[in-house]
């Protein structure tokens, strides 16, 4: 077994709109970037062990998380690895559809990450097609399960979505690399997601600080590569 500080590298991909919205008020999913970043978000997908969202982007935009590219899915099985990675949902109530796109398109395995206070007939039907690995009391204990996930051989993980599950692995320091596509809209509204909700870092010492590394017009917007700095 590896300790717990032993983690997967963490890649958080997002699109957003100019005023740092990721979809509109009622959760419906925006066409945000354009053909140029699709391909670059594929590509990412390739050459991840893994990709994670939480609960609430599996209920509002049922992904399925494959690598959409003949070539990158073959360049998969050209390295001895599964055309597909492994696709895992945050889920600590055991609430993802057992008809869920994620759980049934593309070969592949899944994993769903759920915690003590699931509903055991649900963790029992979504174990029919997936792997269910418990993390955590109340909610879904996101250091514990990354170990787990790192003694499972996985060592790097791309993160989609949403903005709740994406707040949590920033407050506990658990993202190395943001890239965020900033698209040519704006969407609006206090009550949109945001690529970090949740209650937020309120204290100056707390705030998650990034290092910028690249910058790029990509499509009809702008690609931002940040760092996490990490103090010495």
């Not at 796109?101 to 915690?115: E, M, P, Q, T, Y």
């Amino acid at each position: 077994m590896q300790s717990e500080s032993m983690r997967p590298f963490v890649h958080v991909n997002v699109a957003m709109s100019a005023d740092g919205k990721i979809s509109t008020r009622e959760r419906r999913q925006v066409r945000i970037s354009g053909p140029a970043d699709f391909s670059r978000v594929d590509r990412i997908k390739a050459e991840c062990d893994a990709v994670m969202v939480g609960i609430g982007t599996v209920l509002a935009d049922d992904p399925s998380l494959t690598v959409k590219s003949p070539e990158l899915r073959a360049m998969r099985i050209a390295r001895g690895m599964p055309e597909h990675p492994v696709r895992i949902v945050v889920d600590s109530r055991a609430r993802t559809p057992p008809g869920a796109s994620i759980l049934h398109k593309g070969d592949g395995s899944r994993i769903i990450a759920c915690s003590e206070q699931a509903d055991p007939a649900n963790v029992a039907e979504l174990g029919r097609h997936a792997t269910v690995l418990v993390a955590g009391r109340d909610r879904v204990d996101l250091a514990r399960l990354f170990s787990l996930l790192y003694d499972q051989g996985i060592r790097k993980v791309m993160v989609e979505g949403g903005g709740t599950l994406i707040a949590a692995l920033f407050v506990e320091g658990l993202v190395d690399e943001l890239t965020c596509y900033v698209g040519n809209m704006i969407i609006g509204g206090r009550d949109a997601p945001t690529l970090a909700d949740g209650p937020g870092l309120v204290a100056p010492e707390t705030l998650v600080r990034l290092s910028l590394s690249r910058a790029e017009p990509l499509d009809e917007g702008v690609l931002l590569s940040w760092r996490v700095h990490r103090e010495q």
